[in-house]
């Protein structure tokens, strides 16, 4: 059995376990048709910091429902995605050997629950969708650990499986990933990464099989 190099292993989902080139809130406003300028001026306020990560995320639950978004549009979107070649058994040979993994995501539980169902992680940071007895979405949960507090996500999960932070590793393959890359004792940019993240990262693996990642990952 292979010896994992690294006693916690955080993975980013969207882009990096799931195969997918764009971010899926994206994806999920465009497929359900939410209003492109308030989304615009909603992602600028975003990114500016002008609102808070939660705060963004109540607008984008607001827009969503707004649009009349239901549990079987966003299961219906997750089932076009695939999971990245070699996720399923790259995260449960880490596990079989010893390694803590966990989810650490700006993205919605169902993507995760839909495209790598059935797979265990010994813990998941994720946004929450929440829908009403008649399956349209009633609201949700902001995960706290999404961009900049990637890295304090990082650490708790540390702390929760009482692991140095030099003895983490984590991959990821967005902007919003490069807090955490800065803080593991291994981190690895992943496919399309942008140059930031690159730069804040120990290695790049261009994909798109995440065997790639063994080496790495085990001794
Ligand atoms: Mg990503």
Redesign the pocket.
């Known amino acids: 059995m292979p010896q994992p190099r690294y006693e916690l292993v955080a993975f980013?989902?969207?882009?990096?376990l799931v195969a997918h080139h764009e971010?899926i809130w994206k994806t999920l406003h465009e497929r359900l048709g939410t209003d492109p300028a308030e989304r615009a001026r909603v992602v600028g306020l975003g990114l500016s910091g002008a609102i808070a990560y939660a705060d963004w995320f109540a607008h984008d639950v607001r827009m969503l429902r707004a649009a009349g978004a239901r549990r079987d549009d966003v299961v219906a979107i997750a089932r076009s995605l695939e999971p990245a070649p070699g996720a399923r058994a790259l995260v449960e040979d880490l596990r079989r050997g010893g390694a803590r993994v966990a989810i650490l995501s700006g993205g919605v539980d169902l993507v995760l629950d839909t495209v790598l169902g059935g797979l265990d992680f010994d813990a998941v940071h994720i946004n929450r969708l929440h829908f009403d007895g008649a399956g349209a979405l009633s609201g949700g949960e902001p995960t706290p650990y999404d961009r900049q507090h990637k890295a304090a996500g990082l650490r708790a999960l540390a702390r929760r499986f009482g692991v140095a932070t030099g003895r983490t590793a984590f991959v990821?393959?967005?902007p919003?990933?490069v807090a955490a890359a800065e803080v593991a004792g291994l981190s690895i940019a992943w496919g399309d990464a942008p140059a930031e993240l690159i730069a804040a990262s120990h290695h790049h693996e261009r994909g798109p099989h995440l065997d790639a990642l063994r080496p790495h990952l085990f001794r």
Do not use: I, R, S, V
């Not at 980013?12 to 990096?16: E, F, I, R, V």
């Open positions: 980013d989902l969207d882009g990096t971010p990821g393959d967005g919003n990933d």
